[in-house]
């Protein structure tokens, strides 16, 4: 593919401009590389016509490989959209988040103290492997007993992974293979992260579970990151024991790994909606302990994020939808797992494939390639939003039954329903909030 | 004479056994120990004194009115073309029970052997994990079965004539039990109206004294406007009256030994079940261990023998022969005299989201067993009884959509073929968990499952408009395949206050 020809935006046929009062652009042309959910949901979208190859496109939804390739080397014109950020790495990889983590941490300690320091502390012990090899041993021999866990820096889908008791186990693996110092592609060399297991993860029934969540930042400077309200919660198939470290059916819990287990049943799936979720855990905890506990995971996603906003190369043509991986462990408290750049969006049932289209499709209505929201806006879609260049307040009450916003609310069944239900129907609604 | 009093006396236990814990049951107890103190008490006639005063002062308690020479059945249930049909009913599940026993070849009980033994109890709490013996046991198919017992019963005293009329039935039940309508419905939940606040998910913080007080009448008061999901739990046990006492506990674990030591043949049915239904449903199957635990214990459970009293179905009987054969005597089997039917542990799956102790999960699932769910699966006249709900259902129907019903009719989808199953499980899998419990607030708050065919009927009129434009019974189907996003409140609030009568 010839790299000059990346061009976007074609001068002629199209005004650049976009018109406030909804009169965006006639057709929009798009450019998809990805086989699943999005491709039927850009298809389906009325006046986006697909190009391909080296055609000319406004709106690009790429895979990281080939933003790595041609991002620097494309011009766009202000319209124009893309669906990574140029050094997303920055946040997604996890010795570079870590690392990034750190340093607003420290800063965060110097300049607000302890206790502000404090709330970033939602990312387990880790250490980047192999520069950091012999701060994590002095760590390791501190804690004696505990387990940890071994995830190489770059790979997704649960591969690579492994736990380890003991500084043997991995002496070994360090002593094997070619893992060099030099890090002249990052793709190529396997760093790795080693991370504290976190031993006592809540159970349901029995079984360990993650948190799946989106977040789609708009912009870094200045932030803007809006929270899908539909996350889901990843159970893994077998009862968790710490007594098997070997089983990785027992302690991952993404849905690649799953469906490879002996006693996966594809009919069955394995994954619970975030509503689901909190019914049942406010049900055993009473209401207020799950608020805060959604408000301490809220604070994950915007400390994460301020963590490495100076560090983003900001681009007003970038958007970025993030899958976040949230553990909880018996003292519910949430654990930062890792964020994902390209979360799966390919389904693994009818009711995820619908899950995924509605994201997919409300991720469109925020980048808004139309034109056609005010800017003003509090929530699209099923997107909440989450902080824009400071926290966001939201307005409970009646303001919200006469407006004239797109909130497509999917939470309401009802054509025909008196004001009182509607607005207890928006309560409902308003339930997962931004934190204030 | 004898039987009389000894009928007499099962009541009053039941009664006291449900008034314990009460306010009514301590006004009582305040109002005899006034009455003690009155001077016309007399040692010899202590209790006619008692008795007599308590009725002056306006409290009174009479046993149900029948004539003393009626048989307990009769009493459990006066039709006696439904008892017909109960005892048929109970003949084809025996005889299918039977068949399954001769088929695979397995002993109705058998004592496990002792590695046996101990395996199940490192696995109970994973039992999930196992692949049952036998899953290619087959189950009669429930729900249709019942269906054509249900639609089969005729009152041997009523002509029916076939014309089709206004006036006449136009649903599938072809008896007249005393059903309420509209109107009547609205005195019966008053507290559903328009103009009253309904619970949602959002709860308040704070703790009604109900719970504090361990109230159970207040707390059944409470819960006909909703429960708050974080009071939820206790609230229903209150209500239920089941406690957290060593007693459940031991009982429990009793029960837990029992299934240890013995395989019963119903086991399998419990397995297929649960693997088929629970296991199936996405929110559910994380639950699977619980639902074993639960129900095979349920099965052993020999208390639960009590409902019969008052049940009209009949606990099935085994004879067992002594080892050298030459005795047999008539055992109850299952021990809890209940065979489990697919889709039987979807009664236990929602309560699993209230309650993850096994002792407390098993007593609430069993005393909503016991008082509620028995009558969705035994024939009887009895109002929250599985025909009487059906006729409502169609009643409802008929009487406030009638063009609907006309028309769902001439297509040939008979609007009960499609409500049967979510009626025989109170809705239990086909609404959303929250939405269900929801609904299940409201059965515990006035006691009575009408409420579940009052629903049926709304989500038909809800749905109205699609349906009248269906042409086949798998389209009618289709479109009400999925409950899942329906709000029950507002849906049963607009079709009993806001529909003109």
């Known amino acids: ?436 | 004479m004898l039987d009389e009093s000894a009928e007499l006396s099962v009541s009053i236990t039941q009664i006291v056994q449900r008034l314990k814990g009460t306010h009514l049951h301590s006004q009582l107890e305040k109002q005899a120990k006034e009455c003690l103190h009155k001077p016309e008490i007399k040692l010899e006639t202590l209790k006619d004194d008692v008795r007599r005063l308590l009725k002056a002062s306006g409290m009174t308690c009479l046993p149900p009115p029948r004539h003393p020479r009626a048989p307990p059945e009769h009493t459990k249930e006066p039709l006696a073309y439904m008892r017909k049909a109960q005892v048929n009913w109970e003949k084809r599940i025996l005889k299918s029970l039977n068949s399954m026993c001769t088929e695979l070849g397995i002993p109705l009980a058998r004592k496990r052997p002792v590695p046996e033994q101990n395996e199940l109890t490192n696995k109970w709490n994973e039992m999930g994990t196992d692949e049952p013996g036998n899953i290619e046991t087959q189950s009669p198919c429930f729900h249709s079965d019942m269906l054509k017992v249900l639609v089969g019963l005729k009152n041997p005293n009523n002509e029916r004539s076939e014309d089709l009329t206004v006036r006449s039935h136009w649903g599938l039940i072809q008896v007249s039990l005393n059903v309420r309508d509209i109107p009547q419905t609205r005195e019966m939940y008053p507290e559903l109206g328009l103009t009253y606040g309904q619970l949602g998910i959002d709860d308040h913080t704070h703790v009604p004294p109900v719970v504090s007080e361990h109230d159970s009448a207040a707390a059944q008061q409470y819960s006909r406007q909703g429960c708050p999901t974080g009071l939820r739990a206790q609230l229903w046990s209150l209500i239920l009256n089941t406690t957290d006492d060593p007693e459940a506990i031991t009982h429990y674990e009793q029960l837990k030994a029992r299934v240890i030591h013995h395989d019963l043949l119903v086991d399998n049915l419990i397995y297929k079940d649960v693997k088929l239904t629970a296991s199936n449903d996405d929110y559910y199957f994380v639950f699977e261990d619980y639902l074993y635990q639960v129900l095979l214990c349920f099965s052993r459970d020999t208390a639960v023998l009590e409902h019969f009293n008052y049940n009209c179905a009949t606990p099935p009987k085994s004879c067992i022969q002594s080892k050298s054969g030459s005795e047999q005597c008539a055992v109850v089997y299952p021990p809890n005299g209940v065979i489990p039917f697919h889709g039987f542990s979807m009664y236990v799956a929602p309560l699993c989201f209230l309650y993850n102790e096994p002792s407390k999960l098993y007593s609430v699932f069993r005393e909503m067993y016991i008082r509620y769910f028995f009558r969705l699966h035994s024939v009887s006249s009895h109002p929250s009884g599985i025909v009487s709900l059906c006729l409502q259902f169609e009643r409802l129907l008929q009487t406030h959509l009638p063009q609907l019903f006309y028309h769902l009719r001439e297509i040939g989808a008979q609007p009960l073929r499609i409500a049967f199953k979510w009626i025989v499980r109170a809705f239990s899998g086909y609404l959303s968990t929250d939405q269900l419990l929801l609904l299940w607030d409201r059965i515990l708050g006035y006691d009575s499952l009408e409420i579940v065919a009052v629903l049926a009927a709304a989500v038909f009129a809800f749905r109205a408009e699609n349906l009248m434009e269906v042409t086949s019974l798998a389209s009618a189907e289709a479109v009400l395949a999925d409950l899942s996003t329906l709000k029950v409140m507002p849906l049963l609030q607009i079709f009993l206050f806001a529909t003109s009568v």
């Open chain 1, 1 to 436: 593919m010839s790299k000059n020809k990346q061009t976007a935006g074609h001068k002629g046929a199209y005004s650049s401009q976009r018109k406030k009062e909804g009169e965006g652009r006639s057709c929009i042309r798009y450019r998809c590389g990805l086989t699943n959910t999005i491709q039927d949901v850009l298809n389906q979208r009325p006046g986006w016509v697909e190009v391909k190859d080296d055609g000319e496109w406004d709106f690009n939804w790429c895979d990281v490989g080939w933003l790595r390739e041609n991002f620097d080397h494309s011009y766009m014109e202000e319209h124009v959209r893309i669906s990574h950020f140029r050094n997303h790495y920055e946040l997604t990889r996890k010795n570079l988040m870590v690392k990034n983590l750190k340093r607003y941490r420290k800063t965060l300690e110097r300049e607000a103290g302890r206790l502000e320091a404090a709330r970033c502390d939602f990312f387990p012990c880790t250490f980047v492997l192999p520069s950091e090899y012999h701060i994590f041993v002095e760590e390791f021999k501190r804690s004696p007993g505990s387990t940890w866990i071994m995830k190489p820096v770059a790979r997704s889908q649960g591969k690579g992974i492994f736990l380890f008791r003991k500084l043997k186990d991995i002496i070994d693996w360090r002593k094997d293979g070619s893992r060099s110092e030099e890090q002249k592609d990052e793709a190529q060399v396997e760093s790795y992260v080693a991370q504290r297991y976190i031993e006592n993860p809540y159970l349901i029934a029995g079984r360990k579970f993650d948190l799946r969540v989106y977040v789609l930042v708009t912009s870094y400077i200045p932030l803007k990151a809006w929270l899908y309200r539909d996350g889901f919660a990843r159970f893994s198939n077998t009862r968790f024991s710490l007594s098997s470290i070997d089983d990785q059916y027992v302690h991952l819990t993404n849905v690649a790994v799953q469906k490879t287990a002996p006693d996966y049943d594809p009919e069955k799936g394995c994954k619970w909606q975030m509503q689901q979720l909190r019914q049942y855990l406010t049900a055993k905890h009473g209401f207020e302990t799950v608020q805060t506990l959604f408000k301490e995971i809220d604070n994950i996603f915007i400390r994460s994020l301020i963590s490495v906003q100076k560090t983003i190369i900001n681009d007003k043509h970038c958007f970025e939808l993030y899958g976040y991986d949230i553990l909880l462990d018996q003292d519910l408290k949430p654990w930062l797992i890792e964020v994902n750049a390209s979360p799966s969006l390919t389904a693994s049932s009818q009711e995820d494939y619908e899950l995924k289209y509605r994201l997919l499709e409300d991720t469109l209505h925020i980048v808004d390639m139309e034109g056609r929201l005010t800017g003003k806006e509090k929530r699209v879609g099923g997107f909440d939003l989450m902080w824009n260049d400071g926290p966001v307040y939201t307005d409970v009450g009646l303001e919200a039954l006469g407006s004239s916003c797109l909130v497509e609310n999917t939470l309401l069944d009802l054509e025909k329903c008196s004001i009182a239900s509607l607005a207890h129907q928006w309560i409902l609604c308003s339930e997962w909030v931004p934190s204030e």
